[in-house]
């Protein structure tokens, strides 16, 4: 995989190393002979992998998912924190394809030295790549995974039960952001009649569905649900179903490679009116294929930028010369890619790494409690986040902007 090769900067490895990622104390490093160089990996090479979208309609997504890892990697060589042990990332593509993601699981849990795993990014790749790390008892750790039955099964309100031991997430899920959306569109935006729309995937169709219930229970009338193909460019007959009902907003689950030209379309079908959807929506690459200003959007957590726990991480990428933006995964795969990490440094100790360390590793990572980038990190008997916090974003001529004061937790 192609991976940016740059020499880790002095911010890095000087005194700018001071993350909050993962709450370690990252003093100043030596001098220029310090960091990686001078670190002892005579016990070998540990792999931390990564499975995510690196090609494809959902690319911008992963490259800020696959570079953010790299970056925690990078990091983490420079400073030791793995005694004995150089670390490897290993990102692999799966094109946001199910099947092509079980066969990089595969590949990955085939390596008895990978440690970990970050990702994935997509709910239904997450459901074929989930058992066969957790077969190996390899750790995996999303970042962008909202489909509530991933840590809570097949009946996630009235029966939750844990699906595997070595899954966890730090982004929250569906049975949040749905709800959380509902309010701000219903009470906050003021609209009542809302034509639901999604894209028939398990994240799409869940986040639609939860969204539908809570607009219902506000008082607003869901006038149509329904659905299109995820490789759909042309909505003629879906927007021809709607405009009778006159629908003063669309609410789509799904992500913007079909919500950005849906939004161009209803406008030039005379329907002028906000498309709403949910963090796979949160990109630039949403208004260049047709997101118009007024345009909403969830997104998981609180905006990176206005973070004071995520300043280091954002001067760090910047120092890093990627070429791509850490986009709206970016804190939460670096907090993701440093829990495994420091789970890997406490399961080993000074001791050497084997087979058996893959099941400490996953019992650390359960037992994390510290300060992210992305904000606090601690997980459930789920395997899910504790930190439930969401934000409303609105086109604003280019790009997605925080709405001010939306930061926070769907409460009811």
Same mark, same amino acid.
């Given at each position: 995989?192609?991976?940016?090769?740059?020499?880790?900067?002095?911010?890095?490895?000087? %005194?700018?190393?001071?993350l909050t990622a993962c709450g370690t104390n990252r003093e100043e490093a030596p001098g220029s002979g310090g960091g990686a160089a001078s670190c002892d990996t005579s016990k070998g090479t540990l792999t931390i992998g990564m499975v995510a979208p690196l090609s494809g309609g959902l690319s911008e997504l992963g490259l800020g998912m696959r570079n953010s890892a790299d970056l925690a990697v990078d990091q983490a060589n420079a400073k030791c924190t793995v005694p004995?042990?150089?670390?490897?990332?290993?990102a692999e593509d799966d094109q946001a394809n199910p099947q092509i993601a079980g066969q990089a699981a595969t590949k990955l849990a085939s390596d008895a030295n990978v440690i970990g795993v970050v990702g994935t990014l997509n709910t239904s790749?997450?459901?074929?790549?989930?058992?066969?790390?957790?077969?190996k008892k390899i750790v995996q750790i999303s970042p962008a995974n909202t489909g509530p039955g991933l840590t809570l099964g097949a009946d996630p309100i009235n029966a939750p039960k844990r699906v595997v031991d070595s899954y966890f997430r730090v982004a929250t899920t569906d049975l949040i952001q749905g709800p959380f959306a509902a309010n701000y569109l219903v009470q906050k935006a003021g609209k009542k009649n809302i034509a639901v729309i999604d894209d028939g995937k398990s994240y799409g169709a869940g986040l639609a569905a939860e969204f539908a219930k809570q607009a219902t229970k506000l008082g607003a009338t869901v006038v149509a649900q329904e659905k299109v193909g995820e490789k759909d460019t042309d909505f003629a007959g879906v927007i021809t179903k709607i405009r009778g009902l006159n629908p003063d907003a669309v609410?789509? %689950?799904? +992500?913007?490679?079909v919500a950005g030209p849906l939004s161009k379309q209803l406008k030039e079908n005379g329907l002028d009116i906000p498309v709403m959807g949910g963090d796979g929506i949160v990109d630039a690459k949403f208004v260049s294929l047709g997101g118009k200003p007024g345009?909403?959007?969830?997104?998981?957590?609180?905006?990176? +930028?206005?973070?004071?726990?995520?300043?280091?991480?954002?001067a760090d990428y910047k120092a890093g010369n990627y070429a791509e933006g850490y986009s709206a995964y970016g804190a939460f795969t670096y907090d993701a890619t440093n829990v495994i990490i420091q789970a890997t440094a406490k399961a080993l100790g000074s001791g050497a790494y084997s087979d058996a360390t893959r099941a400490e590793i996953v019992k650390a990572v359960q037992a994390t409690n510290t300060q992210g980038a992305g904000g606090p990190i601690a997980f459930d008997q789920y395997g899910d986040t504790t930190n439930k916090v969401l934000t409303v974003y609105e086109v604003k001529t280019d790009k997605f902007e925080p709405v001010e004061g939306t930061t926070g937790s769907f409460e009811g």
């Open positions: 995989m192609t991976r940016r090769r740059t020499i880790v900067t002095a911010a890095i490895l000087a %005194g700018a190393l001071g004995g042990y150089k670390l490897v990332f290993q790749t997450s459901q074929v790549v989930q058992p066969t790390f957790a077969a609410y789509y %689950g799904g +992500e913007y490679p345009d909403l959007a969830t997104n998981v957590g609180a905006p990176a +930028e206005k973070l004071p726990s995520a300043t280091q991480f954002i």
